[in-house]
Every structure is written in C-alpha cells, then in structure tokens.
Nanobody
Framework: VQLQASGGGLVQPGESLRLSCAAS????????MTWVRQAPGKAFEWASG???????TYSDSVKDRFTISRDNAKNTVYLQMNNLTPQDTGVYYC?????RGQGTQVTVSS
C-alpha cells in the first residue's frame, strides 16, 4: 500500500486548503480512508474518515470546517479545509489498512 498526500502549504487564518491523497496497491473503492494529523510536539490526531460506502465522520475539532471526499476512479481521497486556524497547523497524513503514507505540511499563520 502506498499513500501520498499533497496540497499542504502556508496560509493565513481563515483561508482554505485542499489536500489530496493518491493511493495505490489496494482495492481503493473497497477501502475506508482516513485523514490524521500531527501538530508540532503532539500526538497523532484522527481528523476524518470516509468508508467504502461513502459514510463520513469528523472529529469535533474539524467538523463543520473540513470536508472529506473520495474519487474512486482516481484512487484519491481529498480533504477540503476551510476557515483554517493556527491550531490546524501540523503534518497531515492519509491512512488506510494500518498504513500511513507520507504527509504534507500545513501551516496556518499570520
């Protein structure tokens, strides 16, 4: 299983970013996908998940601001992040089948 996240960057508070995660080596359409993040000096935090049937869950910290989606034709899962705050700063990873891919850095700072 290979997972490659992209789309991170440096933004100001209140701005948006869209993360993408390209997956390979698995039956993507049949696999639940998850976004996790790690703030500097902190433990990993689960942010959102989408199952094979399209069922979606969010952590309380990102609910109503983040939107997860998937494109099974492209083997890609997305995380649309709106109204970002400095507390959203960290490395974002997608995960599937106990595998966490290479992350992408998100920095929210004025």
């Amino acid at each position: 299983v290979q997972l490659q996240a992209s789309g991170g960057g440096l933004v100001q508070p209140g701005e948006s970013l869209r993360l993408s995660c390209a997956a390979s080596g698995l039956s993507f359409s049949a696999t639940a996908m998850t976004w996790v993040r790690q703030a500097p000096g902190k433990a990993f935090e689960w942010a959102s998940g989408i199952n094979a049937g399209g069922g979606i869950t969010y952590s309380d910290s990102v609910k109503d601001r983040f939107t997860i989606s998937r494109d099974n034709a492209k083997n890609t899962v997305y995380l649309q992040m709106n109204n970002l705050t400095p507390q959203d700063t960290g490395v974002y990873y997608c995960a599937a089948r106990a595998t966490r891919g290479q992350g992408t850095q998100v920095t929210v700072s004025s």
